[in-house]
């Protein structure tokens, strides 16, 4: 009998290690997958850091992704200023895509920055975030900053 349920707890521990490998690979809601890296210097020095990501969702149906695009302000020694986060959600069949919802976020790190336009839309497959971020010293504007942010879901579903 001892044998017996040794042998049965044996099977149980190595068939439960077999699968933790596979469940530890599987994405978690609200898990971002970097898609692509861009960087652009600017006149003073300082660069405009630019991610794309794919965000995964526990309920993830055919025919739907959420996405991130985030611009970072770094200083000439690398530490973030700022980020500015551009999300969208969209819907694709394969011969047509949409935009479904679009917000933004931004956070300061450095300094005393502020959004001064912060204009979400969307239109057709694009979500388009325009941003205007301002430094002020003693209640002066010394530095803008601002972009448009523009995500897009191709009709096969890739962000772009």
């Known amino acids: 009998m001892k044998k017996i349920i040794s042998f049965f707890l044996t099977a149980v521990l190595v068939s439960s290690i077999c699968l933790i490998p596979s469940f530890a690979a599987a994405p978690r809601a609200g898990e971002e997958k970097v898609i692509s890296t861009t960087v652009e210097t600017l006149e003073d020095g300082c660069t405009l850091t630019t991610v794309l990501s794919e965000i995964e969702t526990m309920a993830r149906q ?19 200023v ?18 479904t919802a679009c917000h933004m976020e931004y956070t300061v790190y450095i300094g005393k920055w502020k959004a001064t336009n912060m204009s979400p839309t969307r239109r057709g497959n694009q979500a388009k975030g325009a941003y205007t ?11 803008t900053e601002s972009d448009t942010i523009i995500l897009t879901c191709n009709t096969n579903g890739n962000l772009l």
Do not use: N, P, V
């Not at 971020?133 to 530095?143: A, D, P, V």
């Open 133 to 143: 971020m301002k430094r002020y010293h003693l209640g002066i504007c010394t530095q």
């Open 62 to 80: 055919g025919g739907t992704k959420s996405g991130c695009k985030t611009a970072t302000l770094r200083e000439k020694d690398g530490r973030a």
């Open 82 to 99: 700022w980020e500015i986060k551009l999300y969208g959600d969209f819907t694709y069949t394969g011969t047509s895509a949409t935009c």
